[in-house]
Nanobody, 122 residues
Framework: QANLVESVGGSVQPGGSLILSCVAS????????MGWFRQAPGKQRELVSS???????NYADFGKGRFTISRGLGPHTVYLQMDNLKAEETAVYYC????????????????WGQGTQVNVAS
């Protein structure tokens, strides 16, 4: 099992910046990746960015050049720096962890934070 807790999101003006953090805890065997998803009103949840335990990053096209994902010194903390935010990016942002739940097969399952609201408006 794992528990993921995101920082409070907040409200920013278009063009502004915001950083989110997520701290995971639990007794999974290891972490395959951590990342961020978001869900805007009326839309499906979508990947924002992810980072594997060996340092491979992935960004959605909309976030390339504007968003930066990083890990803390500990293995269970991840950050998302978002720059030049757009109004359309108002959404609930969810921290995600792919945790290894079986040491032999390396099977993973996703764990989710409760979500944090990010509002981008004038």
């Amino acid at each position: 099992q794992a528990n993921l807790v995101e920082s409070v999101g907040g409200s920013v003006q278009p063009g502004g910046s915001l950083i989110l953090s997520c701290v995971a805890s639990g007794n999974i065997f290891s972490i395959y990746s951590m990342g961020w998803f978001r869900q805007a009103p009326g839309k499906q949840r979508e990947l924002v960015s992810s980072l594997t335990s060996n340092g491979v990053t992935n960004y959605a096209d909309f976030g390339k050049g504007r968003f930066t994902i990083s890990r803390g010194l500990g293995p269970h903390t991840v950050y998302l720096q978002m720059d030049n935010l757009k109004a359309e990016e108002t959404a609930v942002y969810y921290c995600n962890e792919e945790g290894v739940v079986h040491p032999t097969t390396l099977m993973t399952r996703p764990y989710w934070g409760q979500g944090t609201q990010v509002n981008v408006a004038s």
